[in-house]
């Protein structure tokens, strides 16, 4: 079993700042990728910023030049930082990891995580 913890949701101001981070911990083979998704009230979840291994991180045109989306490997953990904030912004941020695990028997198989989301909240 694989845990996702998030931190770093809050209130702040139009153009303000925020890092989110979540750490993933538990039977890690290893990691494919990691990703930020967001969901605000009545709309459908949607990819914010991804960040596969070995490949290029890649950004929803919305955030683009706003947001950075960095890993630390050592760590298992994956930040968002959020500049220049929009009140359009606000949503529910969940972290997502896709990867691969270790069961009882120590067999490999794949893996799909989410954290359990944290509150973004940009105030005009």
């Known amino acids: 079993q694989v845990q996702l913890v998030e931190s770093g949701g809050g209130l702040v101001q139009a153009g303000g700042s925020l890092r989110l981070s979540c750490a993933a911990s538990?039977?890690?083979?290893?990691?494919?990728?990691m990703a930020w998704y967001r969901q605000a009230p009545g709309k459908q979840r949607e990819l914010v910023a991804a960040a596969p291994s070995g490949g290029s991180t890649n950004y929803a045109d919305s955030v683009k030049g706003r947001f950075t989306i960095a890993r630390d490997n050592g760590k298992n953990t994956v930040y968002l930082q959020m500049n220049s904030l929009k009140p359009e912004d606000t949503a529910v941020y969940f972290c997502n990891a896709r990867l691969f695990e270790t069961g009882a028997s120590w067999e490999v198989r794949p893996g799909d995580y989410w954290g359990q989301g944290t509150q973004v909240t940009v105030s005009s």
């Open positions: 538990g039977r890690i083979y290893s990691i494919n990728s």
